[in-house]
């Protein structure tokens, strides 16, 4: 048997979510590995092996992965949302690049899910209707400082900003201090959306505006993605509804732009 490796992604939560072109992928392999609780999203079936471990061993799993697609296996690797969104597909290419050569030469693919940040943003309405970004908030891998830099230059050039990985018991204060440096840039009115567990039966979606996200930031946990509007997202309200949140597509040049784009 000739061995391959799929990244698969498995969409935010129910199988519903998940792309025909994963389930074939998840059919057709013999060994499935992930973080826990992603293996168990995928019903067991008789003769597939499944390898589920720690969510903070990535690149040892990615590892195990590869050398197990040498030895002629069929493996998935699975992960939550899409797997190349903070997520195990980088973490695989981390992998093969500092391993052996002759990885190189296995069919790797990489299939698509639906990350949290589209989900979330379907739920809401259409937030991303104009320019975004996606910032994980997690500083396990980067220093923070990299990240307040980062949320600064996007907070100033009026994306809308997607945080993943917002705030853990390892991690208690990071979203407080994000919302609150947002908080110094923009609006204390602009649209602030907590998306949980989206896609799941606990889903849970809260429109806030940032002066509020700020005092709620605790209230957030690890299942739950961040959405910060720009300068043009607005709610239409709705009797006994949620708003709609949304960013118009359209953005009028301010006196600032222009005149920096023309230098
Ligand atoms: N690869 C995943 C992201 C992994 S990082 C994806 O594409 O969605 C983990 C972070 O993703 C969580 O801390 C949370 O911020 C976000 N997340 C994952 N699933 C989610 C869901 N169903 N609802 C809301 N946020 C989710």
Redesign the pocket.
Known sequence: MSGSLTVVGLG??EARYLTPAAQVALDAATDLIGYGPYVERVPPREGQLRHATDNRVEVERARHALELAAAGRRVAVV?????G???MAAAVFEALEAGDPSWRALPITVEP?I??ML??AARAGAPLGGDFCAI?LSDNLKPWEVVTKRLRAVLEADFVISL???ISKARPWQLGEALALAAEIRAAQTPVIF??????PDERLRIMTLGEAVVAASSAD????VMIGASGTRLIDRDGEAPFVYTPRSVASSPCATSQGRT
């Open positions: 935010p939560g992960s939550g949302g899409d797997p969104v903070f997520a899910g990350t949290a989900a979330a994980s993943y990985n917002p998306a949980r567990a989206i896609g799941r690890m299942a739950t993605l």
